[in-house]
């Protein structure tokens, strides 16, 4: 006689989660062995205890955190799942450090399919497995129809920073280069056009994508003379070096002639009233970088499969106001401001 | 001239969470730096990065992650907020770790009041200091009217494991005793008489503890002879000592006689038909501890403010069917099964 045979079988197929889901109980147990250990396969969830142990060196960690509430859960380029496996990487990446483990908190509102939170989590495996880090901790809470919005997902992440490497956005230096990784805008008018049913002839996809790799490859190049990176999700580029030039007491001037966006983008950002450099990118960054190392950190991006479009689109300049300003295609210079208001919830 | 001169103030008093304050704008920045890093005040916040660093020395750590979804927000005996960095800190002190490190990430509903949020992280800010941890890491994001239910808190922690301890739910042996810290059931009769406004004449108020402290004098009393601790939350204690049995491949012996409840817990769970071995706690731990090493371990929690009702409950024994069985006050034996259905949602 064995426990087991008394269970019910997990209906991944027709099922829907159930308030039980998330009491804590025997259904929960079913649903993170059905499910979740299934999809992020490793030894310390097996350990199914309520944290996960791992051996480190001695050295500079660091930890991220990011709430998903995307809608819709499912867009072109990706869902829910693989942003947030990417988005906490690349967060981890910007610091210069190796992502090493990662937790998930889901927060699932009651009805949800099993079917496609096995899809979601099967992203995550993959996402995490191509990238080489582990899922070891979880959690699942369910709530009451019409209390969530399908399924959240807070994830963190902890990794290993080089030695000696220390890039924080208050690091910036007058004359300093800005280094772009590819074109603006994708993610945020992916998102947008399937929200709002906008075709085009050709599909826009999300650039959702894992930047470790590039990211240490310009760590290589350029060593010391990176001074920040970002990732600039929501708010854009504009709120990235925005912030950037808060901390570090110096404006920016960039050339909008040398920002790459794609020709769909950039129409649909025309159709909607939006400026790709405020739209949310999920598998870009910018790198601000001494002068004397942008020409190598530059070629390193362009040598990568994700910075095949880099661009250097400005500098760091001295300003009182630490303004970010733009000569424009036309020729006159204008202020890029962040954005007070809300331009496109629910983005990330 | 000074840019934050343009700014509208954030009125904590009366004002709500618009989505802008999730966009990645200015109208987040200020939320974050006006309200969370007052309520969090440390050194890495202010760095405004998208992750923090922080210095390691070799040796074992452990990750830990939980989403609060708690209903009410505030409840006799804390609320949303204090909940989440204690839970958090129980699940890393239960390996026998120290916490260090903690990381928020805030999903809120528009409309939901800034006085409301601000009381809330303040109590997580006193509850972090409280136990000597820091929240190093946060994001915001706030979703439409109704999309959520006021405020979910997902937390992440990560803590340092004493050299040559590795405590988890698959080293429990027959002839260990089950040593339990306190009363069972305060925290979900909290809950649910609040939710349900059932009033008493003695107040029934949660059992929300930092647990830390506790676990490391058991282990510094105990030390290898401690197999297991656990704080039984959601399922409660017979949820925690099932999946410990099954894990280890042995059942436990209880003697309900020797289980404390408080009487006017006792009378709620009578009147609502729970038990409270079924009841969430979020102040109590039950750790599994080898014979000849359990009295100096209860003779610790007994001199600790929050072990002074620890009592020995029961034992591990020889059992094929992983069973958890119950001698009760009147002198039968069952079995104590987790629970399939849901009793209490949202209670943590």
Chains 1, 2 share one sequence.
């Not at 062995?33 to 050295?59: K, P, R």
């Not at 994708?186 to 894992?210: C, L, P, W, Y």
Request: overall charge negative.
């Amino acid at each position: 006689m064995s426990v087991k045979a008394y269970q019910r079988k997990l209906d991944v197929e027709n099922g829907r989660v159930e308030l039980s889901h998330g009491a804590g109980g025997r259904a929960m147990a079913q649903l993170i062995s059905g499910l979740f250990h299934q999809a992020f396969g490793n030894e310390w969830l097996a350990g199914s205890n309520d944290q996960s142990a791992f051996d480190v060196t001695a050295g500079r960690m660091v930890m991220t955190t990011d709430g998903y509430v995307i809608s819709p859960l499912f867009f072109p380029g990706g869902n829910i799942g693989s942003l947030a496996v990417r988005g906490t990487i690349n967060d981890i990446a910007m610091s210069g450090a190796r992502p090493l483990y990662l937790s998930a908190s889901f927060i699932i509102e009651e009805g949800f399919r099993f079917s496609d939170l096995k899809t979601i989590a099967e992203s995550m495996g993959a996402a995490a497995c191509a990238a080489g880090v582990y899922i070891i901790a979880g959690d699942t809470k369910v709530v009451e129809r019409g209390k969530a919005d399908g399924l959240f997902i807070s994830m963190t992440g902890i990794g290993l920073v080089a030695d000696g490497l220390d890039l924080s956005a208050d690091k910036a230096k007058v004359g300093d280069r800005v280094l772009l990784s590819g074109s603006l805008g994708d993610h945020g008018v992916a998102i947008m056009s399937k929200r709002q049913n906008v075709a085009f002839q050709t599909e826009i996809v999300s650039d959702s994508a894992a930047l470790h790799s590039l990211a240490a490859a310009m760590v290589a190049a350029g060593g010391g003379g990176i001074r920040v990176m970002r990732d600039p999700k929501r708010g854009g580029l504009a709120a990235a070096l925005n912030e950037i030039a808060l901390q570090s007491e110096l404006g920016f001037h960039l050339q909008e002639s040398m920002i790459p966006v794609k020709p769909a983008v950039a129409a649909t950002c025309e159709l909607l009233g939006l400026e790709p450099i405020h739209v949310a990118n999920e598998g870009k960054l910018v790198a601000i970088v001494a002068p004397d190392s942008a020409d190598a950190v530059l070629a390193a991006m362009k040598a990568h499969p994700l910075g095949s479009n880099a661009a250097d689109i400005g500098e760091a300049e001295a300003d009182d106001h630490k303004f970010v300003q733009m000569t424009t295609d036309f020729g006159g210079r204008r202020i890029v401001d962040w954005l007070w208001g809300e331009q496109l919830p629910r983005i990330c």
